[in-house]
Structures are given as C-alpha cells and as structure tokens.
C-alpha cells in the first residue's frame, strides 16, 4: 500500500490505520472484526484502533446504529493512505493467479473478474535463489544456458546485475563473459547454474541500463475526434500526448509491448490506435534508422 507521510507511529499500528482508510475508501465500511481477520489482534486491540483513528480523523467516518458498523464519512480524506487504482487491480491479479490468497489481500468483496491467460514461464526458483544471490555478492555465475541460435544448450559465464520483466517474461540483466558485453539472458533458458567466481565488470558501466528513453505517444492521426479523446483518456493524455520513460536496454520489448515497432499504416488505426510522435529520437537510441 501506498502511504502518505504522517507523524511518527508504531509501524503496526500506522499499518492499521492504513487499513482502515483502504476500507473505507474501497468498501464504504469498517468494523472491528476487520481489524481482527486482517491482523489478528484482539478485540479490545480492535476497538483501541477504531477509537484512536475516529479520535484524529472524526470525519473519516460514522456509525450506522442499524448496520452496526462504521461507513465513510461524507468528508472522507485519508491520511495513512494514497488511494491507487493500480495497486487495487494488483491485489486482484495476485489473487486470481493465486499469487495470495484472498484472505491475504485486504479487499473484502471481490467483484466479478477476469484477465487474459498469461502463459506460464518456466523459471526455478533455485536459478532464481542463485541469480539472486550472484547480484547481492557481486558475484559471477557458471551457466548452461539455452539460445535461440544454437540447437543444444551450451556453458557461459554471466555476472547479473538486475533483472527485468518484459510483460511477458523475466530476464536477468548480466555482464557476458563469453562476448564480453552487458545483454539479457532469459531466467527460463538458464538450464544448470554452476560454479561461482568473483565478477569482473562494474555494473555501472552498463549504460543501456542506466540510460532512459521517453516514449511519446499521440493517438492515432486516422482517429475520429471520439476516437481521439477516448484514447488520450486511456493513456491519460495531456494535450494529445502521453510520456513513457523506459530503460534503453528494456526498449525493444518495450516498443513490441505497445505495438510500436511497426509503422503507423500496417494496421488499421482502430487497432494501432497509438503512434509513436518521436520516433527518430527513439530508434536513433536503439542505434538504427526509423524501420518505416
């Protein structure tokens, strides 16, 4: 969740507090038995909560005698929480892909749901546990790893330093030993992890990981008026344009994502429905001319 500042509390209490606000925000109601499901604190712990917030945020919320239970206030204004729709659709998400349970998630009602398959991704949570670990020491790892380019796995050395998820899926950024260049290697091809050594390059020395490019994105020019302003309010564009920064080294999965690596004309504008506005300073940072 997402806090606003405030003074200084007890974490777990602040926590509390929070979720109070998040309930009242997104289900219009809090109780003590809330309190008591979500954290496990007693109900004389639950009541102190309840009458330590309603002491400094009076108007927050009421008491409904017949519901017997607290509703938002009609000058409701939080002051643990910054209410995000993206963090709500999250807690859906990881529900419904089982990521937590939804006693876990703090939403009490969950509405009807549903999302697109995404495919499952083989990744081990040992080669994960050791790509991890390489990244925290700075350490170099034996992997045998399997490429696009050849018909069997072979062994490399790699030195991670992050990793990135493309939309689809997850990558370890890494110094290659074996031609000597930062590049991306795919947590799910990684078939063995091996031997560890001391690494040998400065991370920092990565500069399409450290370089940000912006994508500015416009609707469609072949877009009805109607057309026009529906997308600049799903992209939440001002003026007609909307800004994405990415890292250059995350700049092709980026430009695929958004269906940006083609031209504007291979498709019908209903479906491009975005076009790239400078798309001479983006393809000039990935080292090549505009491909249309």
């Excluded at 925000?25 to 909560?49: E, H, K």
């Excluded at 939804?102 to 009490?108: D, G, R, V, Y």
Aim: proline share 6%; hydrophobic share 40%.
């Amino acid at each position: 969740m997402t806090r606003k500042k405030g003074k200084q509390l007890n974490w777990s209490v602040e926590r509390r507090y929070e979720f109070i606000e998040f309930r009242l925000f997104w289900q219009g109601r809090i109780n003590r038995v809330d309190l008591m499901d979500a954290f496990g604190v007693s109900t004389q712990q639950a009541s102190i909560d309840l009458n330590a917030y309603i002491d400094q945020a009076k108007r927050n919320l009421v008491y409904d005698k017949r519901l017997r239970t607290y509703l938002r206030g009609k000058h409701f204004k939080p002051k643990y929480l910054k209410p995000d729709a993206e963090e709500y659709f999250a807690q859906i998400r990881a529900v419904d892909q089982g990521l937590v349970s939804a006693a876990q998630s703090w939403i009490s009602y969950f509405p009807g749901f549903g999302a697109t398959p995404t495919p499952a991704r083989g990744v081990a949570a040992e080669t994960l546990r050791d790509v991890l670990a390489a990244i925290h020491d700075c350490s170099a790892l034996q992997i045998t790893y399997q490429s696009m380019s050849r018909p069997e796995p072979g062994a490399r050395w790699i030195e991670p330093h992050a990793i990135a998820f493309d939309g689809f899926r997850w990558h370890a950024r890494a110094f290659c030993q074996n031609d000597a260049v930062f590049k991306d290697f795919l947590l799910s091809r990684i078939v063995e992890v091996g031997e560890t050594q001391p690494a040998t390059a400065d991370p920092n020395s990565d500069e399409a990981w450290h370089t940000e490019v912006v994508l500015e994105i416009g609707p469609h020019p072949e877009l009805s008026d109607t057309q026009r302003r529906a997308i600049e309010m799903d992209y939440g564009m001002e003026e007609g344009r909307a800004q994405i920064p990415v890292r250059r080294a995350l700049l092709f999965y980026a430009l695929k994502r958004l269906g940006l690596d083609t031209g504007p004309t291979v498709r019908p504008p209903n479906e491009q429905q975005i076009v790239l506005t400078n798309a001479d300073d983006v393809f000039a940072a990935l080292g090549r001319p505009v491909p249309w």
